[in-house]
């Protein structure tokens, strides 16, 4: 397994609410994108971060924002949760090598259930 | 936009037979490509990117312009080839990203 984990795995929040997901890179990883996931669904891009900077966005509302440390760990906060905010959120790190050779390594997701 | 199309949700090859996973996008520029596998109860991983033009795992993918697409090709399925694949699309401008992924074609080798 890869040095990527999340936290928590599991989360059931009421609609309205805030939350925190919070994801902890590779070792060496300076890069972190985030992405949501729902039921059947391919992976959609929320945002990426290149120390500390973002530097990539998909088609999100401005409700979902990010933060990168100092460290390469990450955080995704959602406030005003809605019912469709119900999905697997995934983070990933990523770091080009040599020859542009890029490595990225998922982590395992948090599942967040809106009710 | 960019758009990432895959056109089967399923796949079904017997041991042995090629398997070839179909990728069109749509963006009007010079795209990165990138294919994505998920193995049952394993974590998303990056199995190709374009640039590379490498063999893994005895898949191969070549970027056709012409034809937009982006193809996952084997000659011969292995059992252990069974899993989730996502094409995905990265369009780099002034130095911001943006990624798109497709819906996923779930491959399954029939032993």
């Known amino acids: 397994e890869t040095g990527v984990t999340q936290s928590p795995t599991h989360l059931i929040k009421t609609r309205g609410q805030q939350v925190t997901l919070r994801c902890s890179s590779q070792s060496g990883h300076n890069t972190v994108s985030w992405y949501q996931q729902a039921l059947g669904q391919g992976p959609q891009f929320i945002f990426q971060?290149?120390?500390?900077?973002?530097?990539g966005r998909g088609n999100f509302p401005p409700r979902f924002s990010g933060l990168q440390f100092p460290n390469y760990s990450s955080e995704l906060n959602v406030n005003a949760l809605e019912l469709d905010d119900s999905a697997l959120y995934l983070c990933a790190s990523s770091s080009e090598g040599l020859a542009g050779k890029e490595t990225q390594y998922f982590g395992p997701g948090t599942r967040l259930l809106v009710l | 936009a960019q758009r990432v199309t895959q056109p089967e949700k399923l796949l079904s090859v017997f041991k042995g037979a090629p398997v070839e996973l179909k990728c069109n996008y749509s963006?009007?520029?010079?795209?990165?490509l990138f294919w994505y596998v998920q193995y049952s109860r394993q974590r998303l991983q990056l199995l190709l990117r374009h640039i590379s033009r490498e063999s893994i795992k005895g898949f191969t993918a070549d970027l056709n312009k012409g034809e937009t697409s982006f193809h996952l090709k084997k000659p011969f399925a292995q059992e252990e080839d069974s899993a989730m694949y996502y094409c995905?699309?990265?369009?780099?401008?002034?130095?911001?990203?943006?990624?798109?992924f497709g819906i996923g074609t779930k491959l399954q080798v029939i032993p």
């Open positions: 963006y009007s520029g010079s795209p990165e």
């Open positions: 995905a699309l990265r369009i780099i401008s002034g130095g911001y990203q943006k990624v798109t």
């Open positions: 971060y290149y120390r500390e900077e973002e530097n």
